[in-house]
């Protein structure tokens, strides 16, 4: 039995699905000049462009945040149905994330966008911008190091397949409900998550104590000695590089940004790596180092670290501390995230437009020391409780991810068709 959308393609569209440029169909138009200090309480609804990355999802018919009349005269304007594009960004996944505007009043549009404007359904445009077809074709239009730009005026060639609008309200309709189901389903297994991370956190500092008396209380009790971290090690500051420098093969690096969004307590492998020639004047984390992060932009995470437990010596970024020690090296990365490790160091973090902490401050942090085979078991037990909630590879995450490619792959397929062929004349 066919579905509705088969039976529609086969009505419609049965040799095939035209594959048009946007400029074929669109006008594109660069989006104004506000900026987030022109928000206002109440009046004209606007779109600055940082949101699409990170506060609205495909698809909005409410805006978030206002301007004045007066900033919304000099400003560009979106219409319903179109689609506001984001064109710069700090790397290429990001770049040309959009968001259909299906709100009945005009909606003002900040600058660093595209206000693309159709005759298409602006929900099957919006999935398709979020396509790895999509992706393939912005990546070739894209340029810049630090700022990933892609040209508004060079969308106009990107090519998009325009089945007839009623295969397309079908498709639309499908993926619907299929991310609502996804997203219900996501939702649980975020909850979940957040419930076992809270779960975790009491329970690691319930093993360290929570604030310095109990921590006192305890060693005193399994007769631990307690040191300071320069008691404990020595802190040897990274050296520069930037982004810009990293590569997808060479020398294993670690940047210091990467501490907040992508390492664990422990890694045995990179994210990036770095030129052989760069790498001759960066400075290394052994086997068994802990590599302690003191930047930031705020002061919350600073002082949190990562084991390296690789076999190659790895190079460590200026805003990082090379910790070398002579205990397990999992325990002190696990102790970093510690509610009373970072009471203690808070005292020692300048707070400014971006955070600090120095080798003298982190190392005045006490830590307590516990033979090394209650090391190990403190460590197995934050190890099951760390992969549950943060390895992507096993436990909830790994189920969130599942279920995220699972829709991509769905959506693709979805959104993939047979090309027409004319014949020449």
């Not at 669109?26 to 989006?31: K, P, Q």
């Not at 600055?48 to 007066?70: C, M, W």
């Not at 020639?277 to 180092?289: E, H, I, P, T, V």
């Amino acid at each position: 039995m066919m579905s509705k959308l088969e039976e529609l393609i086969e009505k419609l569209c049965p040799d095939g699905v035209e594959y048009k440029r946007l400029g074929d169909f669109a006008t594109i138009t660069r989006g104004g000049s506000f900026q987030k200090k022109d928000f206002c309480d109440s009046g004209i609804p606007c779109i600055h462009y940082g949101q699409i990355y990170t506060r609205y999802s495909l698809f909005v018919d409410t805006a978030l945040q206002f301007i004045s009349a007066e900033t919304a005269k000099k400003s560009k304007m979106a219409v319903k149905n179109d689609l506001v594009m984001a064109v710069t960004s700090e790397n290429i996944e990001d770049v040309c994330k959009c968001v259909a505007w299906l709100g009945d009043e005009d909606i003002a549009v900040s600058g660093h966008t595209a206000i693309i404007h159709h005759n298409q359904n602006a929900k099957y445009l919006s999935y398709y911008f979020h396509s790895s077809m999509f992706f393939v074709q912005k990546r070739k239009l894209a340029h810049g190091t630090k700022v990933i730009e892609v040209t508004p005026n060079k969308l106009n060639d990107i090519k998009i397949p325009l089945p007839p609008l009623p295969v397309q309200q079908e498709i639309v309709r499908i993926l619907d409900n299929f991310t609502e189901l996804t997203g219900e389903l996501k939702e649980e297994l975020t909850a979940e998550l957040t419930a076992r991370k809270k779960q975790y956190e009491y329970y690691r500092d319930e093993l360290f104590g929570r604030d310095y008396d109990e921590m006192l209380k305890r060693a005193e009790e399994k007769q631990m000695q307690i040191v300071s971290l320069e008691q404990l090690g020595s802190f040897t500051r990274g050296k520069r590089f930037v982004r810009n420098d990293i590569r997808e093969e060479g020398t294993p690096c670690i940047h210091y940004g990467d501490l907040y969004t992508h390492y664990g307590v422990s890694a045995e492998e990179t994210k990036y790596f770095l030129d052989e020639n760069l790498s001759k004047k960066m400075r290394f984390a052994q086997k068994g180092d802990v590599v302690i992060v003191q930047a930031g932009e705020n002061d919350i995470d600073i002082g949190i670290g990562v084991a390296w437990m690789g076999n190659e010596e790895v190079a460590v970024h200026d805003a990082c501390y090379i910790f070398k020690h002579n205990i397990n090296p999992k325990y002190v990365s696990h102790y970093l995230r510690t509610s009373i490790y970072h009471l203690q160091i808070k005292k020692y973090v300048s707070v400014g437009k971006i955070c600090a902490i120095n080798a003298h401050g982190l190392g005045k942090a006490l830590i307590p020391v516990p033979s090394l085979q209650e090391q190990e078991r403190i460590v197995a037990i934050l190890d099951r409780f760390e992969t549950l909630v943060n390895d992507i590879t096993q436990g909830l995450p790994a189920e969130i991810e599942a279920r995220r490619k699972q829709y991509e792959y769905y959506r693709d397929r979805l959104l993939t068709f047979k090309e027409v062929r004319h014949e020449s004349i």
